[in-house]
């Protein structure tokens, strides 16, 4: 009887652990396939189209023609920086104590204002729809402004939206019009104006882009000695510094478009300059826009091991007006095409391609490289599937994914 009971304790046992065995068993499998659905992270960035440029970054010093404005004092400039202006304009006011350009900045905003009614009372019978139209969007700019910290966009955005408020006003029969409140600026005006009169004044000596020596003093030296230099004269210059001008100037007025980078560099970068005629010049931070300019000249030295290069460019704006001494970005050659992360690629049986997404499947597409650089590749924007280059517009590349592969699930 013992005997008996021992056994069937025995098989409960065996049995017991074996169910536990099983169950474990089960619940690694299920801890595992978790873990590979949950576990396929995919990171994905769509193909999009893009420039490239094979570039250069060069030490220089941009000079362009200009007629000298003299002058000196509590300047007050009545024209902006990279303004046309023409011989005998007035650029700026001698002011010979504070009040008077506080006077000034009065009277600016006077007349912002005076205008802004005046166009006001010219929306008598708009169309409602266009004037609701036109205030929201005067209000989404506005709080664009505000929300990127856009202080020099904010007043403009300010005053039109101002515009639009007072012409849904006038349309709509809430206010008759601002004939009063123009006459109380206008009388206003009429007294500051008083008050500035007989000051004297700097003008123009010239006709062409001006830039005030607050924004930026022309440095102490003349184009022809940089002409005249040789590579390791230049380089020697730029190493030094070059000090801005102890002149007392108001501003200075560049005669046309053109101005000419000056600058140096090793023999093996001055070979990339090798039948460029066409670069697009830059300096970022400053102009971030690539500009369209040309080769003039490469002057290489074998013996110092360096070459001169001069960049010419046809285009002015304030922005090139405040130029000194810069690091530009120089694009000698530019590419079009569609732009893929690098992380992206793979060679699977000899052919470079990415996997593309396509709703819950991976597929590899083979793509022709037309450049690349330290983070991306850019390839053709033909791309067709068959061919040498799959890869289209708007594809979905995974830059990231576990156990990718051509037909594989995601």
């Given at each position: 009887?013992?005997?008996?009971?021992?056994?069937?304790?025995?098989?409960?046992?065996?049995?017991?652990?074996?169910?536990?065995?099983?169950?474990?068993?089960?619940?690694?499998?299920?801890?595992?396939?978790?873990?590979?659905?949950?576990?396929?992270?995919?990171?994905?960035e769509t193909a999009i189209a893009y420039t490239m440029a094979d570039s250069v970054t060069l030490t220089g010093v941009v000079m362009y023609d200009t007629i000298d404005v003299?002058?000196?004092?509590?300047?007050?400039?009545?024209?902006?920086?990279?303004?046309?202006?023409?011989?005998?304009?007035?650029?700026?006011?001698?002011?010979?104590?504070?009040?008077?350009?506080?006077?000034?900045?009065?009277?600016?905003?006077?007349?912002?204002?005076?205008?802004?009614?005046?166009?006001?009372?010219?929306?008598?019978?708009?169309?409602?729809?266009?004037?609701?139209?036109?205030?929201?969007?005067?209000?989404?700019?506005?709080?664009?402004?505000?929300?990127?910290?856009?202080?020099?966009?904010?007043?403009?955005?300010?005053?039109?939206?101002?515009?639009?408020?007072?012409?849904?006003?006038?349309?709509?029969?809430?206010?008759?019009?601002?004939?009063?409140?123009?006459?109380?600026?206008?009388?206003?005006?009429?007294?500051?104006?008083?008050?500035?009169?007989?000051?004297?004044?700097?003008?123009?000596?010239?006709?062409?882009?001006?830039?005030?020596?607050?924004?930026?003093?022309?440095?102490?030296?003349?184009?022809?000695?940089?002409?005249?230099?040789?590579?390791?004269?230049?380089?020697?210059?730029?190493?030094?510094?070059?000090?801005?001008?102890?002149?007392?100037?108001?501003?200075?007025?560049?005669?046309?478009?053109?101005?000419?980078?000056?600058?140096?560099?090793?023999?093996?970068?001055?070979?990339?300059?090798?039948?460029?005629?066409?670069?697009?010049?830059?300096?970022?931070?400053?102009?971030?826009?690539?500009?369209?300019?040309?080769?003039?000249?490469?002057?290489?030295?074998?013996?110092?091991?360096?070459?001169?290069?001069?960049?010419?460019?046809?285009?002015?704006?304030?922005?090139?007006?405040?130029?000194?001494?810069?690091?530009?970005?120089?694009?000698?050659?530019?590419?079009?095409?569609?732009?893929?992360?690098?992380?992206?690629?793979?060679?699977?049986?000899?052919?470079?391609?990415?996997?593309?997404?396509?709703?819950?499947?991976?597929?590899?597409?083979?793509?022709?490289?037309?450049?690349?650089?330290?983070?991306?590749?850019?390839?053709?924007?033909?791309?067709?599937?068959g061919t040498d280059n799959e890869v289209r517009l708007y594809d979905e590349i995974i830059v990231e994914g576990f156990n990718l592969q051509d037909g594989g699930l995601i």
């Amino acid at each position: 009887m013992l005997e008996r009971e021992k056994r069937r304790r025995a098989a409960i046992r065996a049995a017991l652990i074996m169910g536990g065995i099983l169950f474990l068993m089960a619940a690694v499998y299920i801890v595992v396939q978790l873990y590979v659905i949950l576990g396929r992270n995919y990171k994905t960035e769509t193909a999009i189209a893009y420039t490239m440029a094979d570039s250069v970054t060069l030490t220089g010093v941009v000079m362009y023609d200009t007629i000298d404005v003299p002058g000196e004092g509590n300047l007050g400039y009545l024209v902006e920086d990279g303004e046309r202006v023409s011989e005998g304009n007035v650029l700026a006011e001698i002011y010979t104590d504070e009040s008077q350009g506080v006077a000034r900045e009065r009277l600016i905003r006077l007349d912002s204002d005076i205008d802004l009614l005046t166009k006001s009372q010219n929306a008598v019978g708009s169309d409602l729809t266009l004037l609701t139209t036109q205030t929201r969007t005067a209000l989404l700019n506005l709080l664009d402004q505000l929300d990127t910290a856009s202080y020099s966009g904010m007043s403009d955005a300010t005053d039109e939206f101002l515009l639009a408020q007072n012409r849904m006003q006038v349309s709509t029969g809430q206010t008759s019009g601002f004939d009063s409140a123009i006459a109380s600026l206008q009388a206003e005006r009429a007294e500051v104006a008083a008050s500035l009169e007989g000051l004297a004044t700097i003008t123009a000596q010239g006709n062409g882009y001006f830039i005030s020596s607050a924004s930026s003093m022309p440095l102490d030296i003349d184009e022809q000695t940089l002409i005249d230099d040789t590579p390791a004269a230049l380089q020697d210059r730029l190493k030094q510094g070059i000090p801005e001008s102890t002149e007392a100037l108001a501003g200075r007025i560049a005669e046309g478009f053109s101005w000419r980078f000056y600058t140096v560099c090793d023999l093996e970068t001055a070979a990339r300059f090798d039948g460029v005629s066409k670069v697009y010049i830059s300096v970022p931070g400053k102009q971030d826009t690539p500009l369209s300019a040309k080769v003039s000249s490469v002057t290489p030295d074998e013996d110092a091991g360096l070459a001169k290069v001069i960049i010419e460019c046809q285009t002015i704006n304030a922005d090139v007006l405040r130029f000194g001494i810069e690091d530009a970005q120089i694009d000698l050659y530019t590419y079009e095409g569609i732009r893929i992360d690098k992380q992206a690629l793979h060679i699977v049986d000899g052919e470079k391609g990415v996997y593309v997404k396509y709703g819950n499947l991976q597929r590899f597409r083979k793509i022709t490289i037309l450049y690349e650089d330290e983070n991306y590749l850019l390839v053709p924007d033909d791309g067709k599937v068959g061919t040498d280059n799959e890869v289209r517009l708007y594809d979905e590349i995974i830059v990231e994914g576990f156990n990718l592969q051509d037909g594989g699930l995601i």
